[in-house]
Nanobody, 131 residues
Framework: QVRLVETGGGSVQPGGSLRLSCAYS?????MGWFRQIAGKGREGVAA???????LYANAVKGRFTISQDKVLSSLILQMDSLKYEDTAMYYC????????????????????????????WGQGTQVTISS
């Protein structure tokens, strides 16, 4: 049974930073962070595969960093230079899926992170950017 629990959300001013953590168990597959803006669908933000390869959505590239500590079973999303448009509910996910929900273990450099899905989800943590 895969379990994912996110912590670290909150409110911060534009230009600030937040660090999201996901404590997981039961997963040894590719993982990622997704977000859902109110009224829109959920989309991928950052992904990491079983080899440690990372990919990012263009909207966050250079500002967000995904990392994983397999010893502590923790997935981290470090978010810097936050913008108003980063306001969303953020979800930790495991067992990433591509089109037709085909499992992805290794990320291809041209993978569209925003189009990924996942088999397992956390409950989400709210991130709000406001002045």
């Amino acid at each position: 049974q895969v379990r994912l629990v996110e912590t670290g959300g909150g409110s911060v001013q534009p230009g600030g930073s937040l660090r999201l953590s996901c404590a997981y168990s039961g997963s040894s597959s590719s993982m990622g962070w997704f977000r859902q803006i109110a009224g829109k669908g959920r989309e991928g933000v950052a992904a990491i595969d079983t080899d440690g390869t990372t990919l990012y959505a263009n909207a966050v590239k250079g500002r967000f960093t995904i990392s994983q500590d397999k010893v502590l079973s923790s997935l981290i999303l470090q978010m810097d230079s936050l913008k108003y448009e980063d306001t969303a509910m953020y979800y930790c996910a495991a067992d990433l899926r591509g089109p037709r929900m085909i499992p992805i273990q290794l990320l291809h450099p041209k993978t569209d992170v925003t189009a990924l899905s996942a088999a397992y989800w956390g409950q989400g943590t709210q991130v709000t950017i406001s002045s």
